[in-house]
């Protein structure tokens, strides 16, 4: 199946997976009055931080600054 997925996304299974978690991130964030803490839990991230550092990364711009300019 990761390979079916990689042939018609170009995704790996985790990269699909990661892209859809910070769909529904972006998708939270503006669109709701839940705390970044509220959204990483509910995404299914033990720990907060560690969601703002990989968001960050992945999408290149931190959790606060990304609501405030949606």
């Known amino acids: 199946m990761s390979d ?3 042939k018609e996304t170009g995704k790996t299974t985790h990269e699909h ?3 859809q978690v910070f769909e529904k991130a972006k998708s939270l964030l503006l ?3 839940m705390t970044i803490n509220e959204i990483a839990y509910e995404l299914g991230f033990d720990y ?3 969601f703002s550092r990989l968001f960050k990364k992945k ?3 931190n ?3 990304y ?3 949606g």
């Open 4 to 6: 079916l997925l990689k």
């Open 17 to 19: 997976i990661f892209y």
């Open 31 to 33: 669109g709701s009055d």
């Open 48 to 50: 907060p931080h560690y």
């Open 59 to 61: 999408i290149g711009v």
């Open 63 to 65: 959790l606060n600054i």
């Open 67 to 69: 609501r405030k300019k």
